[in-house]
């Protein structure tokens, strides 16, 4: 993990989500990958998944990273950036499902890959 945040109430962790740096195409370039997010289904739909991944991204970009990927639901990643231009995959996920955004590098093509720990396939 490159970045792991938490929220919480009452002594009691009620939301996290995790960054961790992925390769494309076999090389490092400055690139990482948004998940998993969680919040505790009695506190969803009330805007901590929303700032737990503002404040990843902005921490993100305060390292210099290029750009993030992510994999889920569209509709959910879409108002933070993320996009499917197609041009990173991830397998055969569809790609409407792999989204990214650059941060501050260029843009990137190819085969995306995550640390073990982080792998869905
Ligand atoms: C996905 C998740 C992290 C979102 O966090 P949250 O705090 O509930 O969401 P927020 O309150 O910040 O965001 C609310 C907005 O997201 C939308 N939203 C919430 N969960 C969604 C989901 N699973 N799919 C699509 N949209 C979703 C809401 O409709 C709302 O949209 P609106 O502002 O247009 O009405 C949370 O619902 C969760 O933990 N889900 C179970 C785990 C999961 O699926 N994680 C993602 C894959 S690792």
């Known amino acids: ?42 506190l969803q739909r009330g805007g901590i998944g929303i700032a737990l991944i503002e404040e990843g991204l902005r921490l993100l970009k305060h390292r210099g990273a290029a750009g993030c990927v992510v994999l889920g639901d569209p509709n959910y990643y879409r108002r933070f950036g993320f996009t499917s231009d197609h041009a990173l995959r991830y397998g055969d996920v569809p790609p409407e499902y792999f989204q990214s955004m650059i941060l501050l590098g260029d843009p990137a093509k190819g085969e995306v890959t995550y640390h073990e720990g982080f792998e869905a396939r």
């Open 1 to 42: 993990m490159t970045i792991s945040l938490v929220v919480e109430q009452d002594d009691t962790i009620i939301g996290h989500v995790a960054f961790s740096p992925v390769l494309i195409d076999g090389e490092d370039l400055g690139w990482f990958g948004l998940g998993p997010v969680s919040v505790s289904p009695s």
